[in-house]
């Protein structure tokens, strides 16, 4: 980079960090990026589609069957193209071990950054497993690309890890929003799903960029995914009862769908002995189901929008709620790439619709209509599986713009937040994190602490005694007032305790008498890598004031107290609660 050109950079940098107008122009220019490649990548998904099953102008979930068996045969042959992308992934990378950074990942451990590999690695197998029909939906890679774009926007401009994070989210919820049509919608994403939390700094860009997404599909003429009609009527206390028992139903919908792809997942790992095959499998897997209906394919926008214009019957929606269950988990469990964002919207209008016309079936003296519960349902399925209450409350919002219908919505959507946190405690997202072994419950910021390990904060000035001293030699040693403690190693540094220094004065004790004795935690100690939680754990657990810090090899780098790990943690927390609050 040449002199003028640094010079422009530096002063744009130092204009985005001291300007907030400036950041929010910047956030919507995030968003108008956002907005055009969720067309881009909605366009090609759907072209593959055009292509395989020879779809025209209804969604490939809105086929009434499909017209030839052999065009099943997209399934596994797309199984096919993510195997070949993941070898020559694997020969690019680390042998096939590495996995790509998602949106939510980034802001929770990584301050916002994303490598710009990940985001084109996840954009394609999504698009690829989309079009080929697999059961799983494009809004994953939608909000990938419009976080990763802000993500490498940011990254160039420098910008501070608070005003990165906030420009990640301000993407990801604005290719979300434009897909919808909803920029509320999307900028609640960003705020509940993407960034965690919600702060004043942060409302205006992150609006910014959802309404800068929306405009530019609206203003290529783009009709938005979902339009749902309903009748604006006063909704009564027995819609939201029905309401209550919807969320809960919805909620364990969404547990037990999360739960079945972690064991569909290790059942392929199995029967595959961990294959790169497995998404051919699935494929395979997949091709009787699609047969049965293809409501059960893709992620499910035209049959969503057909089941609620048909009204079918319960036994019909039963049977596709069960085989779109299945569906999504074979394909997400063999190695398809995608999410469950659209897909467990559909879920939830099935059993929405379900649930009323049953209620209805049993007249009770009360008549529930079933596009509403449809909605209620979706909502409230989409909580558990995917989070944000107030997102799915504004999405049903800004869809239907029935103001009464917004409470019943809000009602089952809280349940099932709230059941699935109490009982489960994750989204999809953190849960297919926290199988992979990382401890991530939210988009909150936690790098931080995974950076606060026990080398980084230990004492270095130690001291040592060798474990075949006696307790006379440790007195001449360590004179009594020197040091509180000693640690007690052997000949080859490796960690054998910590011998209290009173203790060794004791008068009762024979000076000619080993110290080993006296070693109290010989088998309690620190690796340098510990992060501050189990760190924390670790004196809870054992009682200790101190705790030495040892290699791989065992061998004593420092020492750390309780007290100084619970301060710098507290420190730790207030920083972070300064970054998140107090800049943007």
């Known amino acids: 980079m040449n002199r003028p050109v640094r010079t422009v950079a530096v002063r744009v940098r130092r204009w985005l960090r001291e300007s907030e107008a ?344 009360v008549e529930f209509d079933p596009t509403d519960f449809a909605l209620v349902g979706m909502a409230a399925m989409c909580v558990s599986v995917i989070g944000g209450p107030m997102t799915l409350a504004l999405l049903t919002l800004e869809t239907t713009h029935d103001f009464s219908l917004m409470g019943v919505v809000m009602t089952a959507a809280l349940i099932a937040s709230a059941v699935t946190r109490e009982t489960f405690g994750y989204s999809f997202s953190t849960w297919r994190l926290h199988v992979r072994g990382s401890d991530i419950r939210s988009p909150r910021d936690i790098g931080w602490m995974l950076s606060l390990t026990a080398e980084r904060i230990m004492r270095r000035d130690f001291v040592t005694v060798p474990h075949t001293m006696t307790i006379g030699q440790f007195r001449e040693t360590v004179p009594l007032g020197s040091a509180s403690k000693a640690v007690m190693v052997n000949a080859a540094g490796v960690y054998q305790g910590i011998v209290p220094t009173p203790a060794a004065y004791d008068p009762t004790l024979d000076p000619a008498d080993p110290i080993a004795p006296l070693a109290r935690q010989t088998t309690i100690m620190l690796l340098a890598d510990t992060a501050i939680k189990p760190m924390l754990s670790a004196f809870d657990d054992d009682g200790a004031d101190e705790l030495a810090v040892v290699d791989d090899h065992g061998r004593v780098i420092g020492v750390l107290s309780e007290s100084y790990a619970r301060r710098r943690y507290l420190e730790e927390i207030e920083a972070a609660q300064k970054r998140m609050f107090g800049e943007g």
């Open 22 to 365: 400036a950041f929010i122009l910047l956030a919507a220019i995030v968003g108008s990026a956002a907005g055009t490649a969720t067309l881009a990548q909605g366009w090609l998904a759907h072209a593959m589609q055009q292509v395989l099953y020879g779809v025209k102008i209804n969604r490939l979930s809105a086929l009434t069957a499909i017209a030839h068996p052999w065009r099943l045969l997209a399934l596994p042959l797309g199984g096919l193209l993510l195997v070949l992308m993941g070898r020559w992934m694997a020969r690019r990378g680390d042998g096939g071990n590495w996995a790509p950074v998602d949106v939510v990942e980034a802001n929770a451990l990584h301050g916002g950054r994303i490598p710009a590999g990940d985001n084109v690695v996840i954009a394609a197998q999504t698009i690829v497993s989309n079009g080929c029909g697999a059961s799983v939906g494009l809004e994953a890679t939608y909000a990938q690309m419009g976080g990763g774009m802000a993500s490498l926007l940011g990254q160039q401009l420098n910008l501070r890890r608070a005003d990165l994070r906030t420009l990640v989210g301000a993407g990801a919820g604005a290719a979300v929003g434009a897909a919808f049509g909803s920029p509320l919608a999307g900028a609640f994403y960003a705020f509940e799903i993407v960034i965690g939390s919600y702060s004043i700094a942060a409302v205006a860009p992150v609006i910014a960029a959802s309404l800068a997404g929306v405009l530019v599909l609206r203003w290529l003429g783009v009709e938005p995914y979902l339009v749902a009609a309903t009748v604006n009527r006063a909704r009564t206390v027995f819609d939201y009862g029905a309401a209550v028992a919807l969320g809960l139903i919805c909620a364990g919908l969404g547990i037990v769908v999360m739960r079945l792809v972690t064991l569909a997942e290790r059942a392929f790992q199995v029967a595959t002995r961990s294959s790169q095959w497995r998404p051919v499998l699935g494929g395979a897997l997949l091709m009787p189901i699609a047969w049965i209906t293809p409501q059960a394919l893709s992620a499910g926008h035209g049959a969503l929008h057909l089941d609620l214009m048909t009204r079918p019957p319960v036994q019909f929606l039963v049977l596709v709620l069960g085989l779109k269950i299945l569906a999504s988990v074979i394909s997400l469990a063999s190695g398809f790439r995608g999410g469950l964002f659209f897909a467990s919207l559909f879920l939830g209008s099935l059993a929405g619709q379900a649930f009323a016309e049953a209620l209805n079936l049993a007249h009770l003296g």
